[in-house]
């Protein structure tokens, strides 16, 4: 187990960067996720920790050891990749303790470790099959023992869960979450789907044109996103956005839309500023026609998600979308209001970007 610390890290690929002056500790038994979309260096970043992909400029430290120049196998690292890239030829039990018998441990050592990870992962009952006689995800399970028998300072995991069905994703998630409460390695998870960030991480380091864009816990990240893009990126359904400006009171006007917003969140905000709103779906619901600050309009779609439903509404011209459980009585030109309170209300700078929030 170990803690990590990159500093300074450049990566290029020739003249094109994709990396650019990363900085991240890591602290020892946390459990990390990589989030962004694709090509924003995540992959990158946790193939260099891995010594799988060369550092152009900056080092990696891992449990105080540089690691910046040394092979994969000399890092204590472990990773489990997109691919299973099982041996088709070798049973379960063998795939699972490839490694340590090239290492030359014996098979009076290799057997209790074994019989735990197999055990710990539900595979005690298919250490003879093969891998084609396993389903996808007992295959990601045999490469995740594989990591794990070899007890390593840190994991990575490389979007491991990507090419599962959406059932098979949910239970993989709870057993990774549960590996790593019992084993308390430190653990980087690379993913593009905010979802499994947010059910999974301590951490969640959004990635963005090989910088980071936000660090935090998945609550800060969701209630207190730094950036716009941060805000449009987590959140299912999508935030909605508003271009406005400021009026007296601290009022927010976007054509026949006008919200207060919280002096205490909004102190500097000034009458004439330009700001752009962000207002999640599921801060708003439905109430009655004349509640102060609603948000008044047309039915547009009615999307049934289970217990509750994502209504997309025309506001004046805006297409706003909201959610709510009482989503089966409304129907498609409907007239609607609904509301949310100053505190969840959102504002961003225009240009910039970045969050006016100061509470």
């Known amino acids: 187990m170990a803690n990590i610390s990159c500093t300074d890290i450049l990566k290029s690929y020739g003249a094109h960067p994709v990396i650019e002056g990363l900085n991240l500790d890591i602290p020892d038994h946390e459990f990390v996720v990589f989030l962004g979309p694709s090509g924003c260096g995540k992959s990158t970043m946790l193939r260099m920790i891995a010594g799988l992909e060369e550092v152009t400029g900056g080092r990696i430290v891992i449990g105080g050891t540089d690691v910046t120049d040394l092979p994969p196998g000399d890092r204590g690292v472990a990773m489990v990749f997109q691919s299973y890239a099982l041996y088709p030829h070798l049973s379960v039990a063998d795939n699972i303790t ?9 098979r009076t050592e290799i057997a209790p470790r074994l ?4 055990q710990m992962l539900g595979l005690e009952h298919y250490l003879d099959r093969k891998p084609k006689n396993l389903s996808g995800g007992q295959q990601q399970r045999v490469a995740m023992a594989r990591a794990m028998i070899k007890t390593p300072k840190v994991f990575l995991f490389d979007e491991p869960l990507s090419n599962l069905d959406a059932k098979l994703r949910e239970k993989l998630r709870t057993e990774i979450r549960k590996m790593h409460l019992q084993l308390k390695t430190t653990t980087i998870f690379v993913t ?9 991480a301590d951490r969640i380091v959004l990635m963005r044109d090989g910088r980071i864009e936000q660090m935090g816990t998945p609550d800060e990240i969701f209630e207190r996103p730094a950036t716009r893009f941060v805000a449009d990126f987590i959140g299912t359904p999508a935030m909605n956005f508003l271009h406005a400006t400021m009026e007296d009171g601290h009022v927010a006007r976007a054509g026949s839309i006008a919200l207060h917003l919280s002096p205490a969140a909004f102190p500097a905000l000034r009458p004439g500023q330009q700001v752009e709103l962000g207002l999640r779906p599921a801060r708003m619901d439905l109430c009655p026609e004349g509640t102060p600050d609603a948000l008044t309009g047309t039915v547009v779609l009615v999307e049934n998600m289970g217990a509750e439903g994502q209504v997309i509404t025309d506001v004046g011209g805006h297409e706003m ?3 709510t459980s009482a989503f089966r009585g409304l129907a498609i030109g409907d007239r609607v209001s609904f509301a949310i309170a100053p505190e969840y209300i959102h504002a961003f700078d225009p240009q910039s970007g970045q969050s006016l929030r100061k509470d």
Not at 115 to 118: L, Q, R, T
Not at 192 to 200: G, V
């Open 321 to 323: 979308s909201f959610t």
């Open 98 to 106: 490839f490694g340590l018998r090239r290492q030359g441990i014996s």
């Open 115 to 118: 019989a735990h990870v197999s």
């Open 192 to 200: 593009h789907d905010q979802l499994e960030a947010m059910t999974i």
